[in-house]
């Protein structure tokens, strides 16, 4: 993997997007006119993820995201970041995938075809595909979309049961977050056979998850650990 500029680090580490946003706008300041194709990308991602305009989900719920890289109207200079709107495109999308492995349709192709456009939304475009820079990029979006689910996996609200007055036991709600990180990766890709396609969320799912968890083998290891099995069709 490249070697990260030190803001970049902090960029990546950090969850709350004001504070993303100001380390990335000083970064692309830094960078001036040397930025490469994956910097540029880089902030195409973040305009993506957190701008909001009138773009619904596949579902219609869960919020409202701007076109994918657009920039129209923002009236910034296009090498810096926009200023982040309140919606989390890519945490609605990991939530919306989560969706379809749990309660999805009962149509195998519409489900594929939903998290098809979930993927596409979270490409942005086909750069990664044409660019391992850029494909590194998404990688290392990808993984702080996901720490940023689990931030919220942490509150005690998380798995509540008994209609919502039951609070979840902190064990049981790192068996929950096991469960749900696997379902929007590798259970989902595996059910839906897709895992070329899911190659990549499935890494950084993956990847996030064992730097949460002191010594986890991998995220399937811990999963088989907690008593999951694969969903049959």
Not at 133 to 158: H, P, W
Not at 192 to 205: F, G, V
Request: aromatic share 12%.
């Amino acid at each position: 993997m490249t070697e990260l500029h030190p803001l970049l680090i902090s960029y990546y580490d950090e969850i709350d997007p004001p504070k993303r946003y100001a380390y990335l706008k000083e970064y692309a300041e830094a960078v001036g006119s040397g930025m490469s194709p994956a910097d540029v990308y880089r902030i195409d991602l973040f305009n993506a993820r957190h701008s909001n305009s009138n773009a619904k989900s596949i579902f219609g719920i869960f919020g409202k995201s701007k076109s994918p890289g657009s920039r129209a109207g923002s009236g910034n200079d296009s090498s810096l970041p926009n200023p982040p709107g309140e919606l989390d495109v890519f945490l609605r999308e990991l939530l919306v995938m989560l969706t379809i492995y749990k309660n999805g349709s009962p149509f195998p192709k519409k489900n594929s075809k939903d998290v098809l456009t979930c993927l596409s939304t979270l490409r942005v475009d086909d750069r990664p595909s044409r660019d391992k820079d850029c494909e590194e990029v998404l990688y290392l979006e990808l993984r702080n979309a996901i720490k940023r689910y689990f931030s919220t996996c942490q509150d005690y609200t998380y798995g509540r049961k008994l209609l919502g007055l039951g609070i979840a036991k902190p064990e049981e709600r790192e068996r929950l977050r096991c469960f749900d990180t696997w379902g929007f990766s590798f259970g989902l890709a595996r059910f839906l056979d897709l895992t070329e396609e899911m190659e990549l969320i499935c890494r950084a799912a993956n990847d996030e998850y064992c730097a949460s968890v002191d010594g986890a083998e991998s995220l399937e290891f811990v999963y088989k650990k907690f008593g999951g099995t694969e969903k049959k069709r």
